[in-house]
Each structure stands twice: as structure tokens, then as C-alpha cells.
């Protein structure tokens, strides 16, 4: 596949990825917002240290946790974090890719428990087909794979 016609992971919808697009809006929200939470968990736990100071890892922590003050909490992210709009984008996109992996990982263990179901063997050679083109960033095919057993 050339560059131009390139699926990237940022494009696809993940919601078709984890083939849950049957889910109505509000459990989308729901979901949505889990994600946003194990996002934040993962940037406190792991990136803010090596950007903040225990004294602004307290302050940012108490903005964040007050809803009249989240605008300020991002704000002030934004002014300490270099480039945090594309850091921002790389660490959701991790986050995509990775809940993206465990769903098919977990639909191939589910698959090999059903090993007696006379269509496991096609499903299996998909979601290893799938999972391999996970891993090589080739969403254009993870998202013709993923489309093909909907």
C-alpha cells in the first residue's frame, strides 16, 4: 500500500475497531469516558514526573479533580508539556492501538476455547491475520479484517 492511500489508526473509528459500533450513544460516552480516565491515570502515573514538580503534580491534581477548574488543569498541562497537543494525540493513539490488541487477544483465546465450533478455524486465521497486521501499523488491513467478520 502507498503512502497516499495509507490507513492511519488515528482515522479509523474505534468503536467499529472493537466492533461495538452497535452500542448506543450514551454507552459510546460512557466508554469514551473510561478511556479518557485510563488516559489521564496512565499520564499521571508515568509522564507527569518528568515534566512536574511534586508541588505542580499536586496543583494540577486538585484542578483536574474539581469540574469548575478541568479548562485550567489542561491549561496548565498545555504550559508545562512541550508540544502537548501532539503528545496528547500519541498517548490516546497508543491507548487506541492497545485496547485495539487486547480485544483481538482476547477474541483469540475466546476462539481457541471454542476450538470445537466448525467456524473457529476461519475465525482464528482472521484474528491472527488481524493481530499481525496490528502489530505492523497496517490499519488499512486491520480495519478490512475487523469489517470482514462484522
Known amino acids: 500500500m502507498d503512502n497516499q492511500t495509507q ?7 474505534l468503536f467499529k475497531l472493537l466492533r461495538l459500533s452497535h452500542l448506543s450513544d450514551e454507552q459510546k460516552r460512557e466508554y469514551t469516558q473510561k478511556i479518557l480516565e485510563l488516559a489521564f491515570a496512565e499520564i499521571a502515573a508515568e509522564d507527569l514526573p518528568q515534566y512536574l514538580t511534586e508541588e505542580e503534580i499536586t496543583q494540577f491534581t486538585q484542578m483536574a479533580s474539581d469540574p469548575s477548574t478541568k479548562d485550567q488543569a489542561l491549561e496548565f498541562l498545555k504550559s508545562k508539556f512541550p508540544n502537548f497537543d501532539e503528545f496528547l494525540k500519541t498517548k490516546m ?29 476461519a475465525e482464528k486465521e482472521n484474528l491472527e491475520k488481524t493481530l499481525a497486521a496490528i502489530q505492523a501499523d497496517d490499519w488499512g488491513t486491520v480495519d478490512q ?6
Do not use: C, H, M, W
Open 7 to 13: 490507513v492511519k489508526l488515528e482515522d479509523l473509528d
Open 93 to 121: 493513539l497508543g491507548i487506541k492501538k492497545d485496547l485495539v490488541l487486547a480485544n483481538i487477544e482476547e477474541r483469540l483465546e475466546i476462539n481457541k476455547a471454542e476450538s470445537s465450533n466448525p467456524d473457529a478455524p
Open 145 to 150: 479484517l475487523i469489517q470482514s467478520t462484522n
